[in-house]
């Protein structure tokens, strides 16, 4: 069964360095997800990227956050200065066209960003 | 807006047992529903979806999950479970009219399943 990738599985990044999460969605799938996860709390919507731009993004998703679909298989998600509490895990999440939008999301496995 | 409660944090039970963990929502609009298993170091992955018909539907593993729209409310229910039912269960929900469908997830259930 295809799944959703991501790497890396675990990145540890200084404060105020830039880092880069890498997602390949399923191949056929059009709608694209981050989501976060900090620690011992809910999973928390970030944006959401369709037809090359994003549709909806949530308070979240700042002006430190970037995302991108560079070569129509990866799609990227950039912290441009990370902070501390950008700790957390990052899923990536992607969705095939449904009437209504009624197909469900499928999840990688996630990628544990550290901020020391 | 939406916005799911889990009413339960932790659900510790015995093998064998049968388990329901709980799930409310609110929203102004029409909903899909849905019920997400987290195993340890691993991604969200889809136990079952509600999104029109049937007010009971039935996933992986054995689970099932009924709709009840005058409460508001998703549970899932198992009759039995086993050891490698022992997870995190996240319940969501996501408007059935946008085309985006942003996922709202509550706090998470974990499930302890004991021998």
């Known amino acids: 069964e295809p799944e959703v990738t991501q790497t890396p599985s675990h990145q540890v990044t200084q404060m105020g360095q830039e880092v880069i999460l890498r997602c390949v969605p399923i191949?056929?799938?059009?709608?694209f997800y981050w989501y976060r996860q900090i620690l011992g709390q809910k999973v928390e919507f970030l944006v959401s990227?369709?037809?090359?731009?994003?549709?909806?993004k949530s308070e979240i998703f700042d002006d430190q956050f970037s995302v991108e679909r560079p070569d129509g298989s990866n799609f990227t998600l950039k912290i441009r200065s990370t902070k501390l509490e950008d700790s957390a895990m990052y899923f990536c999440?992607?969705?095939?066209?449904?009437?209504?939008?009624?197909?469900?999301?499928?999840f990688g496995d996630g990628t544990r960003l550290s901020i020391l | 807006a939406q916005s799911v409660t889990q009413l339960d944090s932790q659900v510790p039970v015995f093998e064998e047992a049968p388990v329901e963990l709980r799930c409310n929502y609110s929203?102004?609009?029409?909903?899909?529903l849905f019920w997400y298993v987290q195993y340890p170091n691993q991604g969200l992955q889809l136990l079952l979806k509600?999104?029109?018909?049937?007010?009971l539907v039935k996933g992986i593993n054995g689970f099932e999950a009924e709709f009840n729209k005058s409460q508001t409310s998703f549970h899932l229910r198992k009759p039995s479970v086993h050891i490698s039912d022992t997870a995190e269960y996240f319940c969501?929900?996501?408007?059935?009219?946008?085309?985006?469908?942003?996922?709202?997830f509550g706090a998470g259930t974990r499930l302890a399943v004991h021998p």
């Open positions: 999440a992607s969705r095939a066209v449904g009437q209504g939008g009624n197909q469900p999301q499928h």
């Open positions: 191949s056929n799938h059009l709608y």
């Open positions: 990227f369709y037809n090359n731009e994003i549709s909806e």
């Open positions: 929203s102004s609009v029409s909903v899909y």
């Open positions: 509600y999104l029109s018909g049937s007010t």
């Open positions: 969501a929900v996501s408007d059935s009219a946008g085309g985006y469908n942003k996922l709202i």
